[in-house]
DNA sequence: GTTCAATATGACTGGCGATTCATCTTTCCG
DNA sequence: CGGAAAGATGAATCGCCAGTCATATTGAAC
């Protein structure tokens, strides 16, 4: 019994959300920094090509350090995403709240998203390698984000201002443009004015992308 | 010189792509065993949780085999790209050539691709995470099949068979909600038919999205 | 049936990187 | 102050796996 007369029994507190929370500004300050090194590591190598010592070094801590707030890489990324998430939403809700009827609130929504995208490339890059990471962790961010959307078109087609019609769908339509106009004319390459790109958008939400066809009542 | 009598001068023929093309046509049918076997572990575990050992195995060949006709990983990936982005294009132009006009062709064509990629799951998986590996093979592929598309939507324009408008932006609009409604609806949860997603977003082509701002001319 | 280039084998290796841990430092609070 | 909990350190570990290589097999040409 001489070998381990204390490796029973220890970690009292690491039991929920991962190693145990900060209970000090200094650990609050620190684990922070971590995150915000690694959302920017992530975001410059990939998830793969970044190690847990690129982060920390990002960080300016040690490797070990890591260890106190996060239990492994895999959970790192998903506090990310959350994170990332929340902060999205927040600002893309931001940002629609003045607009007077739907159409104006898309137009908003898409010129904020490229504009937030453009600002923070590290979103795309860390959300999408999620995916593959954990799944369930990017759907929970899509169905977080499309559930808020669709109850939106919900009550603009109660206002009529939209046309009845499977709004669930829609929904998934519009944030796979979105996603992709992103990655193409906010990421790859800005050779198209975020005003041209939403106004094709909006032409297309008025008017269909048909000349005939006008059902109009 | 007696260390190294023959090291110098070998591989007279493996230069341009990989270690050499198969000879035979037993090397051929190795080849695309291999292949298809990788797009096969790729698309179950992902590109790095899978090993070369498991794609070998599932070729029923050794380890060393797959170094005969690929350079490494990351060149069997950029290989699978090319194949299964030839295939998918085929498949889809084959779908829409009977279609009548413009409309009729996005509807064939989104119906095309929601079945091929139920069929073929491992399409979206392998394309996806290409991204991360090889940025410039995921851009090739978007960018091939955006300028076929853009191509035929100039010709509809010709026609007069849609509105005027920029074909290259409504391009990655539309690349992106096929994504997002494959990902979703093919891939995640049928719980929509895809009759029922053609029919929401053909009637988003003919009509718009609003109620109001039909500019009939 | 002999020969040789092409193909196939699978044990081995080299390095990388996530995680651990014993130890030291800081902060907090009475 | 004193000492205990929280935080920080970074060298060491350890499993994994892409890629290599010496050797064996195949099969087609002659």
Known sequence: MTTAPQTNAVKPAAVSGGPGAPKTARGARTRARILKAAEHTFGTLGYHRAGISDITRAAGVAQGTFYTYFAGKEEILRELVR???????????????????RLEAEERGLRAFLQYLYENPSLYRVL???QFVDEA????????????????LANATRKGEIRPGNNEVRVWALMGMSNFLGLRYALWDRDVSFDEIVDTLSDLFRNGLTLDGKEKP
């Open 137 to 152: 962790i990017y759907r929970d961010y899509y169905e977080a984000f499309g559930k808020g959307y669709v109850r939106m």
């Open 83 to 101: 994170d990332m998430g929340h902060q999205v939403r927040a600002h893309l809700a931001a940002e629609i709240l003045d607009a007077g009827n």
């Open 128 to 130: 999408q390698e999620a």
